[in-house]
């Protein structure tokens, strides 16, 4: 139940990357929603994979993000749609190399510009997060839905 | 991505103001739904504009505040139903001058009592916060419902 | 609307506290929703007790807790379905004896597989937890549904 490497570093060290954990979360889907491909995809690796259900693949690399991204938006604007990727319950683990796991859980939601709002997606997130520059990125991303077997 | 202001402070510091950020909300959210009026006013300073889609200019000051919440919460009690405002994803922005802009999403969902429960709203809430006699109080709050245009 | 007992404790402690709660809260329903049912209880103390208003009296104890929630995945497994506990909008108020009341808000969302998504309970959750060999446990969880009289 104990975060294994926080034993050897302090209740504030560890309070302070779980905090900053949040921040970049927060503000990531905020730009994702905002329709700020470039910007989100600014806060992965160069090299970074994204592993949905509905690819047969892994989107990687920051090109490949900013791409599917601008694409659903498009989509959304088209069809009049508002989408709000809500995401917390974040269970931190820091590994001994700096890097960090995060599972959380993402919840989008759909609203009809005009008609109504609901439940669109619930799904998890399991990250391998890096820090560069000073700065967390998502390494690698692994995202499923459970509406899918 | 950073948040500027921190740059010349500790991770401890912005960690801290953070969490501090998140316990506001969510006491304050709690008294609304708690139909604790006076209270929940009690979180904005004293001359607090809050800006919905729905009304044609902010609602101006604690009276005002109390006025609009009571009157939703007889509504809500005369139609058998409960709301529970659920809010989150903190991006939180301190300025030079102590004030903190924070952006974040509320979901509000409806419950009809002996029926079900739904998504009710998406909301996106932009304020600005201050510090009176050590405690965080909103100053101007802007609301806005992903469901209109 | 200040934490009492931190009025001489400092914000690092009490930002350090607040985080340890968000994860602590985080990795139980994460426990939870993945079916860990010993694990799960595990987070509660030996002599736990959990009322919910769905049964005349409160679950006491380990035991008791890995019943009931091996019943309820077993259930869930059979109808093809999925719940997520989406816990979160965390009061925290620690007690002068070490003790923490924490009472915060729980989304359970429910997906049908191959199907779709929705809200399934909202629930207001209202836990004094204590600390037991270091870590956080519940010691009494009270849970109340929007949708029950």
Known sequence: MTLAPESTRSPAW??????EVQQFYAHQMQLLDLGEAEQWAGTF???ATFAVPTLPE???GRAGLVAATSRAAAELAAAGQRHRHFIGMFDVRPRPDGAVDVRSYAIVYASQIGGESRVHRVCVCQ????????ELRVLARTVTRDDLA
């Open 58 to 60: 892994p989107v990687r």
């Open 45 to 47: 690796t160069e090299d």
């Open 127 to 134: 990250d391998v997060l890096v820090r560069q520059g000073g």
């Open 14 to 19: 560890a309070a302070s990357l779980h905090v």
